[in-house]
């Protein structure tokens, strides 16, 4: 199927890598041909949905924008910093199996919680956190979310981070969400409205795939007969995060490389169809879902 003039400048870009230009071209005519009653998304938040930098400044995760704030005493915040550093080179290391890394996955969420705890971190405390952050969607998302929303089509937003900063982020940023899924780690609270703790099993980047959704009827529902997937991602691990998708027929991986551009954009091509180098912006996306909506 022929691709528009719009979508075949997007993917033209000099930011835009492709392993298997010829790939791409098939998954992306069959996504057209499959049409939007057949389409979900699925993607990342931290470095995906939101901007890596903006203005030079580097976006925080929605972990780090807990951590690093005022309100965390100084020598807690030292602590997070120090943990940061160990468990982050343990999840980049391409040297390590997904096995191998996932109980350290595990100690540095369990690790952080019991920061949380000991920082007597309280619900109240989240929308200033989330205020003085300065975190920024990407240039474009509002109107991806809108799209999908009115064509019915299924958004499901998988991340290891914090869900009740996630919620936060797109309500202070006045982002349409309505018919948007977020699956992530959401926090409990005790009497007193401190943090005790996160509610369910943690979600890791070794972890995020479709068997945490498989007890959940409403999405199985809202997802049913939809074999086309767009997944977007900013590391490696996310690629699992259709896994599980019922009847999956073809899954287009779209991943954001933010940072260490040579060392990493070969491994990238390994594991995404589309690699986005240093794009702060849903463009591209943007340019591939119209064409399907217009099928």
């Known amino acids: 199927m022929a691709q528009s003039l719009e979508l075949k400048s997007a993917l033209s870009q000099s930011h835009v890598f492709m392993g298997d230009e010829e790939l791409v071209k098939q998954k992306i005519s069959q996504l057209i041909a499959d049409g939007p009653h057949r389409l979900q998304i699925i993607s990342d938040f931290d470095k995906t949905i939101t901007k890596y930098s903006h203005l030079g400044k580097k ?38 199996t997904k096995e191998e890394k996932i109980p350290h996955m595990i100690d540095w969420a369990q690790n952080g919680a019991d920061l949380f705890m000991k920082a007597k971190v309280k619900r109240s405390h989240l929308p200033k956190m989330v205020a003085d952050s300065h975190v920024y969607v990407r240039d474009g998302f509002n109107d991806l979310v809108i799209k999908l929303r009115g064509s019915g089509v299924p958004f499901l937003i998988f991340s290891a981070g914090v869900g009740d900063v996630i919620e ?20 409990k609270f005790d009497g007193e409205e401190h943090f005790s ?33 767009i997944l977007l991602g900013d590391m490696v691990g996310d690629v699992t995060m ?53 099928s």
Not at 64 to 82: A, D, K, N
Not at 169 to 176: M, S, T
């Open 59 to 96: 976006i925080p995760s929605s972990h780090h924008i807990v951590e690093s704030h005022p309100l965390m005493p100084e020598e807690i915040r030292s602590e997070l910093v120090q943990m940061h550093q160990k468990y982050y080179s343990i999840e980049l290391d391409q040297g390590l």
């Open 168 to 187: 936060e982020v797109l309500r202070q940023q006045d982002e349409i969400c309505d018919g948007v899924k977020l699956v992530a780690n959401y926090m």
């Open 197 to 229: 703790g996160y509610k369910g099993d943690l979600i890791h980047t070794c972890n995020k795939n479709g068997s945490v959704l498989e007890n959940d009827q409403e999405w199985i529902d809202a997802t049913q007969n939809r074999s086309s997937v």
């Open 242 to 294: 259709a896994d599980g998708v019922l009847d999956q027929k073809t899954c287009l991986k779209i991943g954001f490389l933010n940072s260490r551009y040579e060392e990493l954009l070969n491994s990238y091509l390994d594991h995404f169809d589309i690699v986005l180098e240093n794009d702060q912006t849903m463009d591209v996306v943007n340019a591939i879902v119209d064409e399907i909506l217009k």
